[in-house]
C-alpha cells in the first residue's frame, strides 16, 4: 500500500527506501516495564467489562499518533487518537488467530453479553503469557484511512505518545516506522480477529470494515512518566 516506500527488514534493522532516498533504522524494544503496564491495564479493563460496567475511555489503550506532512510548511504535524496496543511474536500469530477464530465461530449468531467471558478468554490468549508478546512492534487496526493513514504513506515515520491514569500516569513517547498490512497479511489477519471480538462492544466505535492494519516498528522509547522535582532555592 505505501505506494512509494518499501519498507524491508534486516536483522536488527529496517530499510526504508522512497525512490532513491534510502534511510536506515536500529531497531529497539519496548521495555519491559511499558510491557508489563499494558498487560495489566488490559486485564483490569477485562475484569471492568466482564462485571458489566461500561469504560468511558482506556488511555493505555488510545495513544496520541502523530505523523507527518511535509507540504504543510508551518504545521507539518497531524494528531489523531488511535487503538494500538500490544502484537503477538511473529511465530505465534498462526496459532493465536486459528484459537481466536474457533471462539469468534462459537459465539457467531449469539447475544454479545452472554458470549462476553469467551471473547475475554480469547484476547487472553495474549496476554497470559510474556513469551507470546512481539518486543519490537505495535499494532492497531486502520479504520478511517484519513490524514493520518494518508500521512503514513507518504512519510513512514510516526510517534505514539501513551499516557495512563492517576496515580502513576505512566506516560511513554515511542518512535516508530508504520507499515501499513494489507488483507493478506498474516499480521493483519491477527489484528482483525482481535478487533472482531469486540466489534459488537458498546464502547467501540462501530465500524466493522477495516481493509489495513498497521504495524508500528519500534525505533526509540522515551519514558515520560512524571517524577517528582527536587527545587533547591537559592540562597538570597
Known amino acids: 500500500m505505501q505506494k512509494y516506500i518499501h519498507i524491508r ?31 495489566s491495564e488490559r486485564k483490569k479493563m477485562f475484569g471492568f467489562i466482564e462485571s ?23 504545521f507539518p504535524m497531524n494528531l489523531a487518537c488511535k487503538g ?4 503477538a511474536e511473529e511465530q505465534k500469530l498462526e496459532y ?9 465461530e462459537e459465539v457467531k449468531g449469539l447475544p454479545f453479553k452472554e458470549t462476553l467471558g469467551r471473547r475475554i478468554d480469547a484476547a487472553l490468549l495474549l496476554y497470559r503469557e510474556r513469551s507470546n508478546i512481539d518486543a519490537g512492534a505495535l499494532g492497531g487496526i486502520e479504520i478511517f484511512e484519513t490524514t493520518s493513514f494518508k500521512n503514513i504513506i507518504k512519510n513512514p515515520q510516526v510517534s ?37 471480538l469486540f466489534e459488537e462492544a458498546s464502547f467501540h466505535f462501530q465500524q466493522p470494515k477495516y481493509p489495513f492494519a498497521i504495524k508500528y516498528h519500534v525505533i526509540e522509547v522515551l519514558d515520560k512518566t512524571l517524577k517528582l522535582r527536587h527545587w533547591k532555592m537559592d540562597k538570597q
Open 160 to 196: 505514539l505518545f501513551y499516557i495512563g491514569s492517576l496515580p502513576g500516569y505512566r506516560s511513554f513517547q515511542i518512535n516508530c516506522i508504520a507499515e501499513i498490512q494489507q488483507s493478506e497479511s498474516i499480521f493483519y489477519k491477527f489484528m482483525k480477529s482481535m478487533r472482531e
Open 52 to 74: 458489566g460496567k461500561k469504560p468511558s475511555f482506556f488511555s493505555p489503550h488510545l495513544p496520541s499518533l502523530i505523523t507527518w506532512n511535509p507540504k504543510e510548511k508551518d
Open 96 to 104: 493465536l488467530i486459528e484459537e481466536i477464530n474457533k471462539i469468534l
Open 9 to 39: 527488514r534486516i536483522g536488527k534493522k529496517l530499510q526504508v527506501k522512497e525512490k532513491n532516498n534510502l534511510k536506515e533504522f536500529k531497531l529497539e524494544n519496548l521495555p519491559g516495564d511499558f510491557i508489563d503496564w499494558q498487560i
Open 84 to 87: 494500538v496496543g500490544l502484537v
